[in-house]
């Protein structure tokens, strides 16, 4: 699966308002919680990748299921999470798929049960090389893709308000 969500930001004028400042909303339809804002078109851009990978890792920490990401609507912005966090939710799903467990997967791998926890969480830091072996010990590979990356015309951003 690819882990990249389709998210709208759009400006916030009650804000601007209050505030005297520039200012966007990011909401992501399909992550539950996923919402988070900037001062400007920029900030809210890579506030909305911070918070997409946090959302994302809050469905690891409740052991739900990840959610899968719709088509991009007109007006949406496509965000990607970090590639070792894509690793880390694949891993998660494919054991949840499977329905091993953090104690079986560590058992394949020689290792602890809370070095699995640790390479299942978003948050922490784990080697890439790690996961790669981890999602090798239930049958799946990463693959790693390259796009040409969207550059997102000054004016498109400032046409919608909330």
């Not at 709208?8 to 990011?26: F, L, M, P, Q």
């Not at 090798?136 to 909330?162: I, K």
Request: charged share 25%.
């Amino acid at each position: 699966m690819r882990y990249a969500y389709p998210c709208s930001i759009v400006r916030d004028e009650e804000e601007e308002r209050a505030t005297g400042r520039e200012a966007y909303t990011v909401t992501f339809p399909d992550v539950y919680g996923a919402n988070t804002g900037g001062w400007s078109w920029e900030e809210a851009l890579e506030m909305a990748k911070d918070c997409l990978g946090v959302a994302l890792g809050m469905y690891v920490k409740a052991r739900e299921d990840i959610p899968v990401p719709s088509p991009l609507a007109e007006g949406q912005v496509l965000i990607s999470v970090a590639p070792i966090v894509a690793a880390k939710l694949a891993l998660y799903a494919a054991m949840r798929e499977q329905g091993v467990s953090n104690v079986a997967l560590a058992a394949r791998l020689g290792l602890q049960e809370n070095t699995v926890r640790r390479l299942l969480d978003p948050g922490h830091r784990s080697h890439i090389t790690s996961v790669e072996k981890a999602l090798e010990a239930v049958g799946r590979s990463l693959v790693v893709e390259d796009r040409a990356a969207v550059r997102y015309p000054e004016a498109s951003h400032s046409l919608t308000s909330a």
